[in-house]
């Protein structure tokens, strides 16, 4: 062989053997584009709507992958199925060539409108013939399109300077899936300074509200005074939500802004003509509200409309001469077409509207009657308080005296049932109970009967003898207590008339 096919032999062997590693290395190599990892799910949902995942994932290469391990992150704050972690490893059986595979998890997404959720997957594995292990990663990201839970505030637009307001803060759910473990916090100006908060907060302007299903909801009533200089705004916030960790995850936000203004209406009621009322069950309510102008501006095509709240509240009785009763609010419309003075209300000028409505049974302990006057931009709210009834019934058997005493509807305190027994009959000592206090007055001749406390709803009673049979010992029985609720004297008269009367 020649020198020169010496060399050519050599150059074709060396490519052979280059082109044959080269085939062995390509045919023995791993390349992490052969394998895919893909995770398929809604791009929007609501709150708490049930979201799938379906993470999607394939072998396209020529090698087994080998001990396999799936890890998959829910999005944060995630209600999981099954109450299970929010990170999930799931083994997996070795994937062959061309093999696919899919799993799917469900989780309900918490979070505020428009927030955006991210699930990430990773899949851990080892090619066939390698020691070292691959990590194949993707993730998939949903906005929170939608937060049916309504937050909403009555809270007025304008507020004039040191006057007390009552508001409110109102939270309901249309949420299908009911969500536990909410709270509301609030936020007001720093010169605002607080008279009372219904219910009372478990800590400073948080309130525990638990849990919430599709349907409900309820108020958290503020009264308080705001100090500013006019034309200023003062922000409040409400936010509804749930603690996680220590942090408070936000789901719903409501802020509103309060401009201080000059006050220029001003708006006074009176009741049976006394500003200070204190009713009582069965009573004819006459309302007088007066407004004035203390502006220097006139005012137009004014309305004044009065919302009245209570269970005691007789709406069939309601006599209101120069307005438009609308039952479905339970409120009263004035306007100018009735009422020159709401038509036009010059500078310092003031009017006046009047309603009559009976009262019924308040149906409740600590009864309060309330309406709310709303005319241009001022608002006020009154209350009144509603008495106790006592009721007394008396029997006589013989000559036992039976005394059948009720209390209605709130506690009542110094109970006395007073009575003057006649001349000819005197009492026998004998009472029962035995521990109840009943004294005689020997010169006024007047038995009484002492009640320390009678809680609302309850009754009691007392039988005493007397030396003599008569029908009626009694011609007229006086009853008196304290009311702790509206802080004033009770009395109720009964009038016991003889046959024939």
């Known amino acids: 062989m020649t020198r020169n096919k010496l060399v050519l032999f050599i150059i074709i062997l060396i490519i052979v053997i280059i082109a044959a590693g080269f085939w062995y290395y390509q045919k ?3 390349s992490k584009a052969d394998f895919s990892l893909d995770i398929l799910a809604p791009r929007e949902a609501t709150l708490a709507q049930e979201v799938e995942y379906t993470i999607v994932y394939k072998n396209n290469g020529e090698f087994k992958l080998e001990e396999p391990v799936l890890i998959f992150q829910f999005p944060e704050y995630s209600i999981i199925e ?7 490893e799931i083994p ?11 799993i799917k998890l469900k989780a309900r997404l918490l979070g505020k409108k428009d927030d955006v959720k ?9 090619p066939e013939n390698l020691a070292s292990q691959n990590i194949a990663d993707t993730s998939f990201s949903t906005k929170i399109t939608s937060v049916p839970i309504d937050l909403t505030s009555d809270l007025p637009s304008k507020i004039e300077a040191g006057k007390e307001i ?12 009911p969500l536990s473990n909410l709270g509301i916090k609030i936020e007001h100006p720093s010169d605002f300074a607080f008279k009372s908060v219904s219910p009372e907060p478990l800590e400073e302007l948080y309130w525990d509200i638990g849990l919430l299903n599709r349907g409900e909801g309820d108020s958290i009533t503020i009264t308080g ?14 936010q509804l939500g749930f603690w996680e960790d220590d942090y408070f995850v936000l789901l719903q936000e409501l802020s509103k802004k309060v401009k201080i203004v000059i006050p220029s209406l001003y708006i006074t009621q009176e009741i049976n003509g006394n500003p200070q009322y204190i009713a009582s069950p069965g009573d004819f309510l006459h309302y007088e509200i007066r407004f004035k102008n203390i502006g220097r501006e006139p005012f137009n095509d004014l309305f004044l409309m009065v919302g009245l709240e209570g269970k005691a509240f007789d709406f069939e009785s309601l006599k209101v001469q120069f307005g438009d009763f609308y039952r479905p609010s339970q409120s009263i419309i004035f306007d100018g077409q009735k009422n020159p003075k709401l038509q036009f209300l010059g500078a310092q000028e003031e009017g006046m509207v009047d309603f009559w409505i009976k009262l019924d049974d308040p149906q409740e302990k600590n009864a309060v009657l309330k309406d709310k006057v709303t005319l241009g931009s001022a608002i006020e709210e ?10 007394l019934e008396q029997t006589v058997d013989y000559r036992t005296i039976t005394w059948d005493l009720k209390n209605y509807y709130n506690d009542v305190e110094n109970i006395k049932a007073k009575a003057v027994l006649p001349e000819e009959i005197d009492l026998t000592g004998e ?13 006024s001749r007047e038995v009484t009967w002492n009640i320390e406390e009678l809680a609302a709803g309850e009754d009691i009673s007392v039988s005493f003898g007397i030396s003599d049979r008569l029908d009626k010992p009694f011609k007229t029985i006086r009853i008196t207590g304290e009311d702790q609720w509206t802080e004033r004297i009770i009395e109720t008269v009964l009038e016991i008339k003889d046959d024939g009367e």
């Open 225 to 238: 005074e705001i100090e500013g200089k006019v034309g200023e705004e003062k922000s409040f916030k409400a």
């Open 166 to 177: 009552t508001f409110r803060f109102s939270y309901f759910s249309n949420t299908d899936y």
């Open 382 to 391: 009154f209350e009144i308080k509603i008495d106790s009834e006592l009721e």
């Open 118 to 126: 991210e699930a990430q997957a990773w899949l851990n594995y080892r």
């Open 431 to 443: 009472v029962i109970p035995g521990d109840a206090v009943l004294t005689f007055n020997v010169s």
């Open 92 to 102: 997996l059986e070795t994937i062959y060539p061309k093999q696919e595979g899919q």
């Open 28 to 30: 023995n190599s791993y």
């Open 82 to 88: 099954d109450g299970q972690a929010s990170r999930r």
